[in-house]
Nanobody, 127 residues
Framework: QVQLVESGGGSVQAGGSLRLSCAAS????????MGWFRQAPGKDRVFVAAIRSIGGRTYTYTGDSVKGRFIIARDNTMNTVYLQMNSLRPEDTAVYYCAARLGLPALPTRDVEYDVWGQGTQVTVSS
């Protein structure tokens, strides 16, 4: 059974940085797409970034609201995906979730396309 565990959340002032980690266990996920989503209080869960590796190449996609500030990366030897968050803003405050798609390679941006989810980690950005 695949399990995902996020870490690295916390409180930071606007303009600061955090790096989230998502450690996978139960299966090697190097060939599967992985994604990050976030959910602010009272709002829907929204896409942040996705990554997939195929044919020795890695592809990433980030949402418009974080493009140029957030970077998704993976370390296949550690079975871990990261989300480097720079220039954080108060509107980035949310619970951040990582997810795995146990299917065809893609860069899915909808949460229904993912099969396994972590428990989430809180990120709070103060002004």
């Amino acid at each position: 059974q695949v399990q995902l565990v996020e870490s690295g959340g916390g409180s930071v002032q606007a303009g600061g940085s955090l790096r989230l980690s998502c450690a996978a266990s139960g299966r090697t996920l190097s060939m599967y797409p992985m994604g990050w989503f976030r959910q602010a209080p009272g709002k829907d869960r929204v896409f942040v970034a996705a990554i997939r590796s195929i044919g020795g190449r890695t592809y990433t996609y980030t949402g418009d609201s974080v493009k140029g500030r957030f970077i998704i990366a993976r370390d296949n030897t550690m079975n871990t995906v990261y989300l480097q968050m720079n220039s954080l803003r108060p509107e980035d405050t949310a619970v951040y979730y990582c997810a795995a798609r146990l299917g065809l390679p893609a860069l899915p941006t909808r949460d229904v396309e993912y099969d396994v989810w972590g428990q989430g980690t809180q990120v709070t950005v103060s002004s």
